[in-house]
């Protein structure tokens, strides 16, 4: 695995986020993003927080105007 460039590290604590090309191959991104639409559908049968973690804390947290029409979902820091 490569390891970060000086100028990317810079670039990372300067702007917040870090683009990297290729970072993941194609059949990477095609099951993260298999992997994102199922929880977005599985999203669409709450109302709430679900979906608990080892420390009993929810995995998602639902965000305001959420509904099965127009999800809004974020995962859990730590999760």
Known sequence: MAILSET???AFWRDGVLTVENAVT??????LQAEFSGWVEAS??????????LDGCPRFNLQPGHSS??????????A
């Open 44 to 53: 669409r049968t709450h109302d709430g927080p679900y979906d608990g973690t």
């Open 69 to 78: 029409d127009a999800t809004r979902i974020a995962a859990r820091a730590g």
């Open 8 to 10: 990317q590290k810079a």
């Open 26 to 31: 194609p059949a990477q991104l095609a099951a």
